[in-house]
């Protein structure tokens, strides 16, 4: 990757940031968070929680303004199907015989990182 | 929990069972799968049947959805099972009891409602030969369903009227069977013969044709009228019968031609394709055989004006269904058969410049640029034409003459009587035979009703070995004289109407 070192460490705090808003607002709605950052084979997932007796998986987005582009945008297809497989894994290495499904959390942060919205999509994949 | 629905798909003329298998798993990532040789239009049935079912204010199950298309190994295609997939669905989130022994059938709208669907009909055939007892049909397609006796077709306006009849909220009644009356409509043609001035013997020509189903070939200067005389003979066809009406529909219906609450076809088909039509659209084909203008025509007229002006490979594609009344449409993946029983009317100029034995006008054609014309129009598709005839250029005197005669013209309607006189003596004729007309006739038949006499025989003979007649045409002028001879109510067929039936005979191959 071309970027800089410092570019892609911002990037990375931006991404903290969006899941730990992300898990505040899961757990204030009655979600148990069980996994943060759950890294498989292939990559992370941001959040695993409980809603009920469903096993949820969490993919967080985070942008800064959206004057290039939005946080929704950047699930595209490849992106989901990347979840899936993801989600998949974890399904198997921990045997899991429950109901699942795949949520995304898009949060936009202003220029001083207040939160200027946030927006929970359940259920993606189907 | 795994639910069956029961479907079926038609492949040509033919149906077979299909069953629907939705699996709704209670564990793993929420999906909606299509298995089971899905083409595209299959494919596409997932976003119509979850965006349909969300605006019916059901709740779409967040679950692993797997819905199987058995036999596996057929491909699937068209958009028919939008409706047994949604109610294998319903059935699985609700709980419903499914009807025993039914058949579903239909497109869905994204608002859940329902769209007309093709081949309808071929679904509720389909279910009386097998002993299904219901089907379940869009309302709009529920006509066509229904003139089948036996079958309750259950017209259905929405999935949530469907819903409501499967948790018994409320009664639904089956379609009104509809019995095929003596409505039967005659096919309306532009012009009337009265309007035709002139062109006593084409107008015969057309009447016999028109009686025993023989083809005819009209061959004239421009504007002497063969385009009308082709168009008005449509209007002295007898109506189809209940048989044959349900052949015609059931091809029409197949190719999705029946229009919205549309039921059985009561007008004989009359088709005039354009001269650039390609072979597939005149004889039928695609990877899935669809039925080309030959099979659309059946049991009417196929006009092909401007006969030799038609490609030659298309025109040759005509030589077995002329013959054979239905042809075979064989693909790689699938053979299918449909019946073309028509009546070729055909037209063409006698030269490029149109004008060959005009009496005023000088044909500005060379001799071999008329043979050339000519051989466009190959022998043996020539041969396969009954009647043969000129039709002579109109005398304007006669035309300005226009008033007073057109009182003494026949009307299409009185010559159409005639025709159905006609056409009753070879029903009565051909009664256990299998066939409808004269044309039909194969040389057992017409051992069987052609007797000829001996000094009839021998007017035949004498005129084959003149004409250089073919062993085709030689039992073609039998067929013809046949007709000529029920028109007139004879039982015989007498020298007379030999004389004239011989006066239709094929004449490319006398050399002027």
Known sequence: MKTSNGVKTKNLETGYMGEAIAKKYLEDNGYRVVELNYRTKYAEIDLIAYDKDVLVFIEVRTKIGEQFGTPEETINKNKISRLIRNAEAYIAIKNCQKECRIDAFCVVLDKNRKVERRNHYKNITL | MLIKVSSASNSGLQTIAIDVEINVAGKGLPAFEIIGLPNKAVDESRDRVKTAIINSHIQFPSRRITIN????????????????????????????????????????????????????????????????????????????????????????????????????????????????????????????????????????????????????????????GKTMLARALAGILPSLSEKESLEVTKIYSASGRIPPEGSLVKTRPFRAPHHTISRVGLIGGSTKPQPGEVSLSHRGIL???????????????????????????????????????????????PCPCGYLHHPKKPCLCTSREVEKYRKRVSGPILDRIDLHIDVPVVDIKELAKDRRLKDELEPSAIIRGRVIRARETQKNRFFDDGIHTNAEMKNKHIKKHCPLSKEVRHLLQQAGMNFQLSARSYYKMIKVARTIADLDDSRDITVSHMAEALQYRPRVQERE
Request: charge should be negative.
């Open chain 2, 69 to 224: 298309l058995a036999p596996a190994d057929i491909p699937k295609e068209g958009s028919f099972y939008d409706l047994p997939i949604a109610v294998g669905i319903l059935a699985s989130v609700v709980g419903y009891q499914l009807p025993e022994e039914s058949l579903f059938f239909g497109e869905l709208s994204l608002d859940g409602t329902l769209r007309h669907t093709r081949g309808a009909l071929l679904l509720s055939l389909f279910a009386k030969e097998k002993g299904i007892k219901n089907i379940f049909v869009p309302k709009a397609s529920a006509n066509e369903a229904a003139i089948v006796k036996g079958v309750n077709v259950y017209p259905i306006e929405s999935l949530n009227q469907l819903s409501s009849y499967f948790s018994g909220e409320i009664d639904l009644q089956p379609a009104k069977y509809i019995e095929a009356k003596d409505d039967w409509m005659n096919a309306q043609a532009e012009f009337d013969m009265a309007e035709i001035l002139g062109q006593e013997q084409a107008k015969r020509a057309a009447e016999i044709s028109a009686s025993g189903g023989h083809n005819l070939f009209l061959v004239g200067t421009p504007g002497s």
């Open chain 2, 303 to 349: 006009f092909l004006d401007e006969f030799s002006e038609f490609p030659r490979s298309v025109l040759e594609a005509l030589r077995q269904p002329l013959e054979d009344g239905s042809l075979t449409i064989s693909r790689s993946r699938e053979r299918v058969t449909y019946p073309s029983r028509f009546v070729l009317i055909a037209s063409a100029n």
